[in-house]
């Protein structure tokens, strides 16, 4: 048998999947085989198949990591699934307590902090003026500080 595998590729390995074999055969029941060499050999081949496809992943996913590290390799960008849940959730609770404030103020918040759009540009949009832009933005920033304020206090 030790020949067969080292024939087979199994050089250093052969009695580590020699020994693998007859961990498997100690609790089988030989009734139910017809041709027991063949089994013997088969299963010995099985497991050398089993063992050289396992090395191979964890040589891909030790080289993949390692060109992470040095960072060559390509991380994703993408946040933990966890995290991504806690941002959703806490981008949720600042919305809701933005609009406590209004529905104007947070869509002149909104406009201006995510949209980019100037704030001379939201006063014409909404027909209001510069200065109720700047005071509905104060607002939001106040309401957004408290929010902050109780999330730390938590």
Do not use: K, T, W
């Given at each position: 048998?030790?020949?067969?595998?080292?024939?087979r590729g199994a050089v250093d390995n052969a009695e580590d999947i020699l020994q693998d074999l007859w961990?498997?055969?100690?609790d089988l029941d030989e009734s139910t085989i017809v041709s027991p060499a063949a089994?013997?050999?088969?299963?010995?081949?099985?497991?050398?198949?089993?063992?050289?496809?396992?090395n191979q992943r964890?040589?891909?996913?030790?080289?993949e990591w390692s060109d992470i590290e040095r960072g060559t390799g390509e991380a994703s960008d993408l946040p933990l699934?966890?995290?991504?849940?806690?941002a959703r959730q806490q981008l949720n609770q600042v919305e809701a307590r933005i609009s406590k404030e209004g529905?104007?103020?947070f869509e002149v918040f909104r406009r201006f902090r995510v949209d980019?759009?100037?704030?001379?540009?939201?006063?014409?949009?909404?027909?209001i003026s510069l200065s109720s832009v700047e005071k509905d933005l104060q607002k939001a920033y106040r309401a957004l500080a408290e929010w902050r304020e109780n999330e730390n206090a938590q």
């Open positions: 048998m030790l020949r067969f595998l080292r024939a961990l498997r055969l100690a089994y013997l050999y088969r299963a010995a081949n099985n497991i050398m198949h089993d063992r050289h496809r396992s964890s040589r891909r996913r030790d080289s699934p966890d995290r991504a849940l806690i529905p104007r103020i980019g759009v100037g704030q001379r540009q939201i006063a014409a949009e909404l027909g």
